[in-house]
């Protein structure tokens, strides 16, 4: 099993930006797809980005398209969100995830690990 850090969440104003890290120990990073979820207070866990085992694709909800950029750098260990144009509704505790399929899904029942998460908090 593999285990998950995030890190790099904080307190920023509308239009700023912040890049999350995620750093994963135990079994082989790269057998993993890796994704980022988030949650927010009274709010179900939503799905935002996941990248393929090689970092070859990724995939993005509608609400963060053109804004945040997924990578992953599989000689550290690490997958990345580059977040820009942060917005208030962007505030939530960020996730990231990982999910021994094969391209990986939006579904949180299908990945294997979870960090403890990072809070993001956007004001306006």
């Known amino acids: 099993q593999v285990q998950l850090v995030e890190s790099g969440g904080g307190l920023v104003q509308a239009g700023g930006s912040l890049r999350l890290s995620c750093a994963a120990s135990g079994r082989t990073f790269s057998s993993y797809v890796m994704g980022w979820f988030r949650q927010a207070p009274g709010k179900e866990r939503e799905f935002v980005s996941r990248v393929t085992r090689t970092g070859g694709t990724t995939y993005y909800a509608d609400f963060v398209k053109g804004r945040f950029t997924i990578s992953r750098d599989n000689a550290k260990n690490t997958v990345y969100l580059q977040m820009n144009d942060l917005k208030p509704e962007d505030t939530a505790v960020y996730y990231c995830?990982?999910?021994?399929?094969?391209?990986?899904?939006?579904?949180?029942?299908?990945?294997?690990?979870w960090g403890q998460g990072t809070q993001v908090t956007v004001s306006s």
């Open positions: 995830a990982a999910d021994l399929g094969v391209v990986g899904t939006t579904q949180i029942v299908d990945y294997d690990a």
